[in-house]
């Protein structure tokens, strides 16, 4: 079946140094790639998102790359701030094609990631 | 909007007893999907709606658990009988999905249920 693995599980960077998380994806079809945030006991929040058209996406301090040859996405953070600290999600799904399971959203296993004062 | 609402927050039960996690969508939303999160499995897709309907249950665990989703605004998870490794928290999500590459597919969560199973 469909699965999304994530690396790394845990990464610590120095604040204003640069942080990036990779993701690789098995459904070759998969066109959605969603990034989520989640803060410690609040609920996961999209943060940015690219499509199988586009190689890259940029917003601010954060990124994301697509690979759709190799099947998989990264997610770039650049000059790190305290309030990035948080539990990272990437996820892949397919979108625009009405079969039954073709939108279910699978999610990576996650990236906790703290910024050092 | 109020946005994605469920309830309880919290529930502390104990082993064999039923529990329902309730959840009520943003309005408009035609996609709505049950998520169990735990610090060793993460977040995991138990079922999903569209427009009412089971499209996949695969990840449901078990014949423990079931979900219904009666009309547009409401659904429920339910476990019977409940176990101590159900302990986790719940959270539901909504999407409204256009069926083109705008905007598609973004989930909006609920603040989740955090279920204790003593």
């Known amino acids: 079946g469909e699965n999304v693995e994530q690396h790394p599980s845990t990464l610590s960077v120095q604040e204003g140094d640069s942080a990036v998380i990779k993701c690789t994806y098995s459904d070759s079809a998969s066109n959605y790639f969603p990034w989520y945030k989640q803060e410690l006991g609040k609920r996961p929040q999209l943060i940015i998102d690219?499509?199988?058209?586009?190689g890259e996406k940029k917003d601010q301090r954060i990124a994301v790359t697509l690979n759709k040859t190799a099947k998989h996405f990264s997610l770039h953070i650049t000059e790190t701030q305290p309030e990035d600290s948080a539990v990272y999600f990437c996820?892949?799904?397919?979108?625009?094609?009405?079969?039954?399971?073709?939108?279910?959203?699978?999610f990576g296993s996650g990236t906790r990631l703290s910024i050092r004062p | 909007d109020a946005g994605v609402i469920q309830s309880p927050r919290h529930e502390v039960t104990e082993m064999g007893q039923e529990v329902t996690l309730r959840c009520k969508p943003i309005?408009?939303?035609?996609?709505l999907f049950w998520y169990r999160q735990t610090m060793m499995r993460g977040l995991e897709l138990l079922i999903y709606?569209?427009?009412?309907?089971?499209?996949?249950d695969s990840g449901m665990p078990e014949d423990r658990f079931s979900a219904k989703m009666p009309n547009a605004s409401f659904s429920t998870l339910k476990i019977q009988p409940s176990e101590p490794r159900d302990s986790a928290v719940y959270f539901c999500a909504s999407s409204l999905e256009t069926g083109s590459y705008s905007g598609a597919n973004v989930l909006t969560f609920g603040a989740g249920s955090r279920l204790t199973v003593l």
């Open positions: 690219i499509r199988s058209n586009v």
């Open positions: 709606f569209n427009n009412n309907v089971p499209i996949d």
């Open positions: 996820a892949a799904s397919r979108v625009g094609i009405r079969h039954s399971s073709a939108s279910k959203i699978i």
């Open positions: 309005s408009g939303h035609d996609y």
